[in-house]
Nanobody, 119 residues
Framework: QVQLVESGGGLVQAGGSLRLSCTAS????????QGWYRQAPGKQRELVAS???????NYAESVKGRSIISRDNAKNTVYLQMNSLKPEDTAVYFC?????????????WGQGTQVTVSS
């Protein structure tokens, strides 16, 4: 089992920046990939960015060039630095982790953190 706790959300003006943090605990050694997803009201949850244990990253086109995902292994923490924020970035942001064990792959989610970008 892995527990994920997000922090860093809030209200920011368009053009501003935020850094989200996701700290993992539990069986963190099983984590293969961590990512950030977001869900805006009335919309489906979508991938924002992901990072593997090998530091391979992937970004949604909508945030590419404006966001950076990184990890601090010593702190079991993954960060999402978001710059040049737009009102359409407003959503609840969820941290995720995919683990591998003898029983297969498993998904874990944080509780979410609200990001609101005002115009």
């Amino acid at each position: 089992q892995v527990q994920l706790v997000e922090s860093g959300g809030g209200l920011v003006q368009a053009g501003g920046s935020l850094r989200l943090s996701c700290t993992a605990s539990g069986e963190t050694y099983r984590i293969k990939t961590q990512g950030w997803y977001r869900q805006a009201p009335g919309k489906q949850r979508e991938l924002v960015a992901s990072i593997t244990t090998g530091d391979s990253t992937n970004y949604a086109e909508s945030v590419k060039g404006r966001s950076i995902i990184s990890r601090d292994n010593a702190k079991n923490t993954v960060y999402l630095q978001m710059n040049s924020l737009k009102p359409e970035d407003t959503a609840v942001y969820f941290c995720s982790a995919v683990t591998s064990s003898w029983s297969g792959y498993h998904d874990f989610w944080g509780q979410g953190t609200q990001v609101t970008v005002s115009s």
